[in-house]
Structure formats: structure tokens, C-alpha cells
């Protein structure tokens, strides 16, 4: 059974970065993707980005590209968002989610931890 | 980017009623359309995966179907626990996308 735990919620100044952990237990880590995604207030699920931990290439969805880094760290089998130069509008939950397929770049969420509320604001 | 199209955006049904939702992709994603169920205050849930597998410990009052670029999600009897947003999403291609979302409520 896996199981995702992420860090505790965020309070952020516009302008700063914000790190997020998600620390898997269960399961094979290094071959299945942990992917990002977020859910702004009152809006639907946006996809962020993703890695494969044994294959170290994160990709990103664009908007993002510039502003975000994802890493993974397999002797602590822990998961890493950081955004940087965070806006207002990055105001969200943050979901971690593992992927379904064994080496699979594309895939669905099979398991999520619980969420990271992120709050931007002056 | 591929866009997911989901309707209707909410639907309201008595406890008991067949509730369908429908996933458009804007090109052809083959089966690769997966359904969760979003309860607020949690995370989602995968319900279906490769637009027609029950997804392990999932019940079985739920099911999808469709290929290509038309897809079905059914609850065919809508319990108190299904309150909920449900999303389909599609891995065909990068980058991962959701559609926007159907709020069920109880009629």
C-alpha cells in the first residue's frame, strides 16, 4: 500500500518561492512517476509537472517552465516542488500524486498524499 | 495541449439514480482517460483508469466506457457518499490535463 505524506501548509510573500516535500512509503519508489498537481480555489486540477526518479528528467507543463523545479531524492524516497517568484494566483492546494504504470512519463494518479494549502499574499 | 471537455458542469440526483458524465478530448487519446472523484476537504480518488478499469477496491456501481475521443462515466446508482467533483483527465500526451470538473449534488 503506498502512501504519500506531504509537509504542512504555507504563508507566503508575493515575489518569494515556496518549497514542498512528499515522502512516499510502500511500494517501489524509483520507478514510477510522482507527479504534481494543484487546485486553486474554486477552480478544477492543473498538472504541474512530474519525474521519475531513476530517470532524474522532470517535465513541466509550460506555464510553469522558468518558475518551478521538481527533484527527487531516492535514499529518503521524498518528492520536491519548489515554485519560485510566487503571484497571488498561486494560491492553492498542492497535491502529490504517484503514478500507475512502471516507468511511464505519461499515466494516471493511483495514490495522492494529502494535500499543502499555499497562501500568497502581502 | 489536448482539452478535456466534461458535461454538465453539476447535475443534481435523487439517492438511487443513474448519473452520467461525458469527457470530450479535443484529439484522438485512444483509451487513455482515467475518472477521479474529489470529495472536498480530500484528495482525489481513482476511480477508473484506462477509460473502462475499476480501479482496485473501488465499487463496482461505477463504470466507463469510450475510445477515441468520446467518453462515458457512470455511477449507476448515486449513494450519499458520491457528493462530489469528478474529473476525467488524459496521459496520451504531455502535458497531463484535466476537464473542468462535474459537481454532483443531492436533488
Known amino acids: 500500500q503506498v502512501q504519500l505524506v506531504q509537509s504542512g501548509a504555507e504563508v507566503k510573500k508575493p515575489g518569494s518561492s515556496v518549497t514542498v516535500s512528499c515522502k512516499s512509503s510502500g511500494g517501489t519508489f524509483n520507478t514510477f512517476a510522482i507527479g504534481w498537481v494543484r487546485q486553486a480555489p474554486g477552480q478544477g486540477l492543473e498538472w504541474i509537472g512530474g519525474?521519475?526518479?531513476?530517470?532524474?528528467?522532470?517535465n513541466y507543463a509550460e506555464k510553469f517552465h522558468g518558475r518551478v523545479t521538481i527533484r527527487a531524492d531516492e535514499s529518503s524516497r521524498t518528492a520536491y516542488l519548489e515554485l519560485r517568484s510566487l503571484r497571488s494566483d498561486d494560491t492553492a492546494v498542492y497535491y502529490c500524486?504517484?503514478?500507475?504504470?512502471?516507468?511511464?512519463?505519461?499515466?494516471?494518479?493511483?495514490?495522492w498524499g494529502q494535500g499543502s494549502l499555499v497562501t500568497v499574499s502581502s | 495541449d489536448i482539452q478535456m471537455t466534461q458535461s454538465p458542469s453539476s447535475l443534481s440526483a435523487s439517492l438511487g439514480d443513474r448519473v452520467t458524465i461525458t469527457c470530450q478530448a479535443s484529439?484522438?487519446?485512444?483509451?487513455?482517460l482515467h475518472w477521479y472523484r474529489h470529495k472536498p476537504g480530500h484528495a482525489p480518488d481513482l476511480l477508473i483508469y484506462d477509460a473502462s478499469n475499476l480501479q482496485s477496491g473501488v465499487p463496482s456501481r461505477f463504470s466507463g466506457s469510450g475510445s477515441g475521443t468520446d467518453f462515458t462515466f457512470t455511477i449507476s446508482s448515486l449513494q450519499s457518499e458520491d457528493i462530489a467533483t469528478y474529473y476525467c483527465q488524459q496521459n496520451y500526451d504531455l502535458p497531463l490535463t484535466f476537464g473542468g470538473g462535474t459537481k454532483v449534488e443531492i436533488k
Open positions: 519525474i521519475i526518479p531513476i530517470l532524474y528528467a522532470p
Open positions: 500524486a504517484r503514478g500507475g504504470r512502471e516507468l511511464a512519463t505519461t499515466h494516471y494518479f493511483a495514490s
Open positions: 484529439q484522438h487519446i485512444r483509451d487513455q
